[in-house]
């Protein structure tokens, strides 16, 4: 494995965990800004101050007017979550096998890391009497540049239809 592999394989993984970082930070922050204590408090607080009817419904209407500006916010932040969780690694297939017929064990493998779109990564370390090679392949919306091996197809395959 040379320099190059390893640095797509952490890059992909760091892309990975900071989308789901990014996305609870999100998350966080929508649901803190949902009617908090405060914001209650305060409602309640000019309500009470209303003189009349007319003061009432202009307060209510300002606070209806506020919960619109919030869902839109809301409505925004939950569009840019969906685009994201589009991205993160949804599908996992593996399988192991023998290289050739004199080493046994099953110490051969590939491994699929794939999106909602069928795009990631084939990770395959091919055992050898000599040592150990591992290759790593780009997967684009389920297809591969580089022609696969049998073994890689059919991990390609069931990890798609998951």
Avoid: P
């Avoid at 491994?111 to 395959?124: A, D």
Wanted: charged content about 30%; proline content about 0%.
């Amino acid at each position: 494995m040379n320099l190059d592999q390893v640095t797509l394989l952490i890059l992909c993984a760091v892309v990975s965990i900071l989308g789901g970082i990014i996305a609870g930070i999100i998350t966080a922050s929508i649901i803190s800004k949902r009617n908090t204590y405060k914001k209650i408090k305060k409602i309640l607080k000019n309500v009470g101050k209303a003189a009349d009817y007319e003061e009432l419904a202009k307060v209510v209407a300002q606070i209806i007017d506020d919960n619109e500006n919030e869902h839109g916010e809301i409505d925004k932040a939950i569009g840019i979550l969906n685009l994201e969780r589009k991205k993160n690694i949804k599908k996992l297939g593996y399988i192991r096998y023998d290289s050739t017929e004199d080493i046994s064990g099953r110490l051969s493998f590939s491994l699929m890391l794939l999106n909602e779109e069928n795009s990631g990564i084939l990770l395959t370390n091919i055992h050898m009497i000599e040592g150990s090679s591992l290759y790593l392949r780009e997967i684009v919306n389920g297809n591969c540049e580089t022609n696969l091996s049998e073994e890689e197809k059919e991990v390609l395959k069931k990890t798609c239809l998951e």
